[in-house]
């Protein structure tokens, strides 16, 4: 699986938009960019996933570099809900096999402040 | 959004009990189940795999004598951690999926502690 780099750590105040970014130069053309967020003692929760075009929905927006080696998670307003582990994770769907299992990395841990 | 209940959410047992976990999903049908297996301040570790109505395919170093894995339905998956013992010890994550281009939804995890 091609491989994601994040920062170890953010940090960001509350209600202001949050940036976080995911590098992944040796991503292929089937890779899917997939975003998923772990709160301390919870299960990982989806957040957002996208292939080219930059994408939206009510919790966040990805925004995906032209030449797609990189990508970025966008909190608009930060509450300290957000507080959490951010996972970048790519996701081949090419192919044969029927699993396409999702493989996490360390995350970028996102601290909010009041 | 899709839901998925884990259950039991904490275990405290005896070493040498084996204990099981079930993972459901709510309101969807769950044609993939994945479980993880997370230490304090690591990241989560794909344990196996299953497809309903198939033998989970396991990754490798996990033994799958020890940890046995049902999904006999679309809605049902369980883990059974058989004769634990300390080393055990983790917080156990399910997830499922419905078609192959859907996101993964996850429990909430049940945390294991063998005595």
């Known amino acids: 699986d091609a491989k994601t780099t994040q920062p170890n750590s953010m940090e960001s105040n509350e209600e202001e938009p949050v940036h976080l970014p995911c590098n992944h130069s040796?991503?292929?053309?089937?890779?899917?960019i997939h975003w998923y967020r772990q709160l301390p003692s919870q299960g990982p929760e989806y957040v957002i996933h996208?292939?080219?075009s930059n994408v939206n929905n009510r919790m966040a927006s990805l925004a995906i570099a032209e030449d797609r080696k990189s990508s970025t998670l966008i909190l608009h307003r930060a509450t300290l809900r957000d507080a959490a582990v951010y996972y970048c994770?790519?996701?081949?769907?090419?192919?044969?096999?029927?699993?396409?299992?999702?493989?996490f990395g360390k995350g970028t841990l996102l601290t909010v402040n009041p | 959004g899709a839901v998925v209940s884990q259950h039991p959410s904490r275990v405290i047992c005896k070493s040498g009990t084996s204990v099981k976990i079930e993972c459901r999903s709510l309101d969807f049908q769950a044609t993939t189940m994945f479980w993880y297996r997370q230490f304090p301040k690591q990241s989560l570790m794909l344990m196996a795999t299953?497809?309903?109505?198939?033998?989970?395919?396991?990754e490798q170093g996990v033994e799958k004598d020890k940890f046995l894995i049902n999904h006999a339905s679309l809605t049902l998956s369980t883990l059974t951690v058989t004769s634990a013992h300390p080393e055990d010890s983790s917080f156990y994550i399910c997830?499922?999926?419905?078609?192959?281009?859907?996101?993964?939804?996850f429990g909430d995890g049940t945390r294991l502690s063998i005595l």
């Open positions: 996208g292939l080219t």
């Open positions: 040796t991503i292929s053309g089937t890779d899917y």
């Open positions: 994770i790519l996701r081949d769907i090419s192919g044969g096999g029927s699993n396409y299992k999702l493989t």
């Open positions: 299953s497809n309903e109505g198939s033998k989970a395919t396991y």
């Open positions: 997830s499922a999926r419905g078609q192959i281009n859907q996101p993964q939804h």
